[in-house]
Antibody, heavy 122, light 112 residues
Framework: QVQLQQSGPGLLKPSQTLSLTCAIS??????????WNWIRQSPSRGLEWLGR?????????EYAVSVKSRISVNPDTSQNHFSLQLNSVIPEDTAVYYC????????????WGQGTLVTVSS | QSVLTQPPSVSGAPGQRVTISCSGS?????????VHWYQQLPGTAPKLLIY???NRPSGVPDRFSGFRSATSASLAIAGLQAEDEAVYYC????????????FGGGTKLTVL
């Protein structure tokens, strides 16, 4: 059974860097058949896919255009987790952030973390 | 504005059948990409309910079914139960977005 456990601070000031970690159990961040995603949810933007990392003989990253200049998703093979960094946050980045796994070419998100509410406020 | 369009709300009485629509375009559903559905109960993460248009993960009751045609998809829930009250989201891949998964705006199901 795959489990994803999120951790990270929930309150940031504008211009700071959002950093969240998603610890994986029951699978490997280096899996050749999985990809590791970050998604956020807010009342104004709904569910918004942010980016993912995956390993297919080498590491790949894909990012949403809306955050591409500010985001980094990185694997940590020694800890079997992956992380999200979002730079220069603004109040509009306030949301619940989820990590999730997708497998198969159809891109379904079959396991999700518990979610972390991140509030950006001065 | 979500890439996939869902009605904001639907309702039905216990035992009834309801459907939730998900309208897309030629860059997502219309391009043949699979549609997935998620159920989100209050305060929890979305849960995969239907994948690849009409497949149920293990443990999902057969009261839930999915359909896809042309540029749209739908989720049907038969024999409505009180515990089905939740928000439902559709999701697909969209070739006009970088790398990316497109979501619907969500439909709140109220069991009367």
């Amino acid at each position: 059974q795959v489990q994803l456990q999120q951790s990270g601070p929930g309150l940031l000031k504008p211009s700071q860097t959002l950093s969240l970690t998603c610890a994986i159990s029951g699978d490997s961040v280096s899996s050749n058949s999985a990809a590791w995603n970050w998604i956020r949810q807010s009342p104004s933007r709904g569910l918004e896919w942010l980016g993912r990392t995956y390993y297919r003989s080498k590491w790949y990253n894909e990012y949403a255009v809306s955050v591409k200049s500010r985001i980094s998703v990185n694997p940590d093979t020694s800890q079997n987790h992956f992380s999200l960094q979002l730079n220069s946050v603004i109040p509009e980045d306030t949301a619940v952030y989820y990590c999730a796994r997708d497998t198969s070419v159809d891109g379904r998100l079959d396991y999700w973390g518990q979610g972390t509410l991140v509030t950006v406020s001065s | 504005q979500s890439v996939l369009t869902q009605p904001p709300s639907v309702s039905g009485a216990p035992g009834q059948r309801v459907t939730i629509s998900c309208s897309g375009s030629s860059s997502n559903i219309g391009a043949g990409y699979g549609v997935h559905w998620y159920q989100q109960l209050p305060g929890t993460a979305p849960k995969l309910l239907i994948y690849g248009n009409n497949n149920r993960p293990s443990g999902v009751p057969d009261r839930f079914s999915g359909f896809r045609s042309a540029t749209s998809a739908s989720l049907a829930i038969a024999g409505l139960q009180a515990e089905d009250e939740a928000v439902y989201y559709c999701q697909s891949y969209d070739s006009s977005l970088s790398g990316s998964k497109a979501f619907g705006g969500g439909t709140k199901l109220t069991v009367l």
